[in-house]
């Protein structure tokens, strides 16, 4: 099955095999040496004082990071665009008196929408920001660094859910001003699903160190407690982490610079196809994402059933506010212009057959 979806993604074969290689415990030397290079690759590419990966989906980085981040009575804003600032929002309201804003419409985050709910929030006492970088639902490239920028300057915290986001855009907690920040690894970086990695500021570790403990094993103060012997707090996924090498070193010989633009330049050709199929796009204009597009289209889930069974192709359903009129067609992981046009193709023939 060609899959074009949100991830689970299609896995590059080396990362897919490096699965195999024969099981290691997690204590001691040999897991010590995988471990600790990563972590260095991923506080550089990502500029982050500490990385942890975590065994879990990418829900347990963006929870983890919201239960680390304040104390007892802490208030938080969240804003949304799609399901995942809407997840956001219920991790957040477990914790805290959470403040909440959805825009509709596929419509982005930038300053200029943003600022005056921050300003109110600030001045009701509000010290932890949260959104969703790249809102998958529909596929929204938010703009978070000018965002996180202007929450900080007002005294909050910021967290973002990465989860579907890096590596296909950039992030430099310091640049960015970014706080907490996590992403799985079933997406954009094509590994198998079962790892979701936390990166953190400065800030973001005095913060923990405050916060209390809201469940053992989420709290990243035994995380940072194994992280100078380079070992998890936990049992990890150690096949997935042979994996995730695999993929970091593939992400390093290609550039991100380089990464980034080629996920651009296939979004780009997926975007205009579409359009010249006849489907119209979901997302606001300026903040279309390089890895997700949704396009209106009738009988979507028929749509996708016979792409699967004719052409052996599946797309992303349809999420949330546009579960029954949509369809996504994702380009993420093992990838590349044929097979894409291969997918768009297949969507072209089905869409002829059932006269949408
Ligand atoms: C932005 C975002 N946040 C959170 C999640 C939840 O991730 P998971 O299903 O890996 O827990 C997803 C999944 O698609 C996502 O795209």
Redesign the pocket.
């Known amino acids: 099955m060609m899959l074009f979806t949100?991830?689970p993604v299609a896995v590059f074969p080396k990362v897919s095999t490096a699965q195999t290689q024969e099981m290691m415990t997690h204590r001691g030397k040999p897991f010590q040496a995988i471990y600790q290079p990563i972590i260095v690759d991923l506080k550089s590419m990502l500029k982050a004082a500490e990385v942890h990966i975590m065994t879990?989906?990418?829900?347990?980085g963006?929870e983890a990071n919201v239960q680390n981040a304040l104390p007892l009575g802490g208030k938080a804003l969240v804003l949304s665009n799609g399901?995942?600032g809407d997840?956001?929002k219920e991790h957040c309201a477990l914790y805290y008196e959470t403040r909440f804003e959805r825009l509709k419409d596929a419509k982005g985050w930038n300053l200029e929408r943003a600022k005056p709910h921050i300003d109110k929030a600030a001045a009701a006492g509000v010290k932890l920001f949260a959104m969703?970088?790249?809102?998958?639902?529909p596929g929204i490239l938010n703009k978070t660094s000018e965002i996180c920028k202007y929450a900080k300057g007002k005294g909050m915290l910021t967290l973002l859910?990465?989860?579907?986001?890096w590596p296909a855009y950039p992030v430099d907690h310091v640049a960015d001003h970014i706080d907490f920040y996590s992403f799985?690894s079933?997406?954009s970086l094509g590994c198998p699903?079962g790892l979701?990695v936390v990166s953190h500021s400065p800030d973001a570790v005095k913060a923990i160190e405050l916060a209390p403990v809201r469940s053992n094993f989420m709290n990243f103060k035994t995380y940072r407690k194994f992280a100078p012997k380079s070992e998890t707090a936990f049992t990890p996924a150690v096949s997935i982490i042979y994996s995730l090498r695999i993929a970091l070193d593939m992400l390093k010989k290609e550039g991100q610079s380089a990464f980034i633009a080629r996920q651009s330049e296939m979004a780009e050709h997926v975007r205009s196809r579409l359009m010249k199929m006849g489907f119209s796009l979901v997302t606001e204009e300026g903040f279309e994402s390089s890895t997700v597009t949704a396009f209106f289209c009738s009988k979507n889930k028929e749509i996708n059933q016979f792409l699967q069974s004719d052409h052996g192709v599946k797309l992303g359903g349809g999420h949330a506010d546009w579960a029954e009129t949509t369809l996504r067609f994702c380009n993420m992981g093992d990838l590349d212009m044929v097979k894409i046009d291969a997918g768009l193709d297949a969507l072209q023939a089905v869409k002829s057959k059932l006269g949408v």
């Open positions: 949100p991830g879990g989906s990418g829900s347990l963006v399901a995942f997840k956001l969703v970088h790249h809102e998958t639902s859910d990465g989860t579907s986001a799985a079933q997406k699903p979701t």
